[in-house]
Nanobody, 114 residues
Framework: QVQLVESGGGLVQPGGSLRLSCEASGFIFKDYNMRWYRQAPAKERDFVAHISAGGAAVDYADSVKGRFTISRDNARNTVFLQMNNLKPEDTAVYFC???????WGQGTQVTVTS
């Protein structure tokens, strides 16, 4: 059974930083590309960042380029999202998943407000 457990969200002021974690189980983590997504209130779930299975290739949504960094630790079955210079428009529930989709975790709430 696939499980994805996101954590690390919180309330932060504009310009602040957070580091999200997503611990995966139920599949061979090191064999899969992984992504972060986010869903703001009353909006669709959007792509945020992508990392290849080995970690060598990454990609980002234009809105977060230069501010967010995706990484992974295959020994810990965990993918991370370092978020710097946060903006109010980054407020959303953040999720991780494989690009192929499947079951979603509960997500972690990020709120950026002064």
């Amino acid at each position: 059974q696939v499980q994805l457990v996101e954590s690390g969200g919180g309330l932060v002021q504009p310009g602040g930083s957070l580091r999200l974690s997503c611990e995966a189980s139920g599949f061979i983590f090191k064999d899969y590309n992984m992504r972060w997504y986010r869903q703001a209130p009353a909006k669709e779930r959007d792509f945020v960042a992508h990392i290849s299975a080995g970690g060598a290739a990454v990609d980002y949504a234009d809105s977060v380029k230069g501010r967010f960094t995706i990484s992974r630790d295959n020994a810990r079955n965990t993918v991370f999202l370092q978020m710097n210079n946060l903006k109010p428009e980054d407020t959303a529930v953040y999720f991780c998943n494989r690009p192929t989709g499947g079951d979603w975790g509960q997500g972690t709430q990020v709120t950026v407000t002064s």
